[in-house]
């Protein structure tokens, strides 16, 4: 009779060392692989954070839109672009902060409808690496050519730059929160925008240390403690990107007692509001400037 050694059944120090090795190079291989990604979010932040659609993508001709091609230039000298819908007699100067994923050819029928249901003149812009703008965005470059752009409407329409009213969508919401604290504004309209970036980060990418990780921070909850002017903010209730949550800490992190949030059910991120919400813009415009016209 012949009987099996305990290495050749499987049994035995020597099998149980061996699938202790290879356990511990699987282990080994998947912390390489983990922390090989956590470097390329940390490399490519930037780019993750700011997508940065440029020129010629969208409609640049846009034949239908009267506007004003833009050249300016922020504060460590990029060159900077936007388009400028002037009105005959407007009510109020609005300064347009678009998200992330967009570029003024884009958001076009947007500052359009705003121009003509709310009777303002509006200047939107692109943040470097934008559009036809240059550079490449980052935080500190996308807040400083956002002052460049307060600043040049501001200059064009003669007024005092807590008069300029700002709206910003999504990530140009914490742009415009920044102008707000800046120039202590009268009024600011908000959508789909957020606490701080890293928190929405961190939803998204939960198995990573975000937090720790992120260098960008558009801390919005802190800044808008300075802001004391009107707020109007809304957000859908079908937002998977930023939940509605979010919207409501930032809304509630505002001081100001003029202050109204709108919640729209169904509505996702990237949606177009209903025509309602056109309406209650202009209802908050005309309140915030019938003194001017007094």
């Known amino acids: 009779m012949v009987t099996a050694s305990p290495a050749a059944t499987g049994d035995g120090p020597g ?8 356990a511990r190079r ?5 912390i390489r692989i983990y922390l090989v990604v956590l470097l390329l979010l940390f490399l490519l932040e930037n780019k993750l954070i700011f997508p940065a659609p440029r020129f010629p993508s969208g409609d640049w001709q846009a034949t239908w839109l009267e506007y004003e091609d833009v050249n300016f230039v922020s504060a460590d000298g990029t060159k900077l672009h936007g388009w400028y819908l002037d009105h005959p007699s407007p009510k109020a100067y609005l300064l347009y902060c678009h998200g992330n994923g967009e570029h003024v050819a884009y958001v076009a029928p947007v500052v359009e409808e705003l121009r003509s249901t709310l009777g ?22 996308i807040l400083a050519d ?9 200059e ?5 730059p807590d008069q300029i ?10 742009v415009a929160v920044d102008l707000a604290a800046e120039h202590h504004s009268r009024a600011m309209i908000l959508e789909s925008t957020f606490p701080n970036l890293p928190d929405v980060a961190a939803r998204l990418h939960w198995w990573a240390p975000v937090r720790w990780l992120m260098r960008t921070r558009l801390d919005s909850a802190q800044k808008i403690s300075r802001f004391d002017g009107s707020l109007l903010q809304s957000h859908g209730a079908a937002d998977n990107m930023i939940p509605l949550s979010y919207g409501r800490r930032l809304f509630d992190a505002a001081p100001t007692a003029d202050k109204h949030f709108l919640v729209f059910d169904g509505l996702g991120h990237n949606d177009y509001p209903p025509d309602e919400y056109y309406e209650q813009l202009r209802e ?11």
């Open 284 to 294: 908050f415009v005309d309140r915030i400037t019938s003194g001017d016209r007094q």
């Open 146 to 154: 956002a002052r460049a752009a307060h600043q040049w409407l501001t």
């Open 26 to 30: 699987f282990v080994t291989n998947c």
């Open 165 to 174: 009213l700002l709206m910003g969508r999504s990530i140009g919401g914490a």
């Open 156 to 160: 064009r329409a003669g007024v005092e």
């Open 15 to 22: 099998w149980r060392e061996r699938a202790y090795r290879r």
């Open 120 to 141: 303002v003149a509006v200047f939107a812009f692109d943040y470097r690496g934008y559009g036809r703008s240059e550079g490449s965005a980052n935080e500190a470059g």
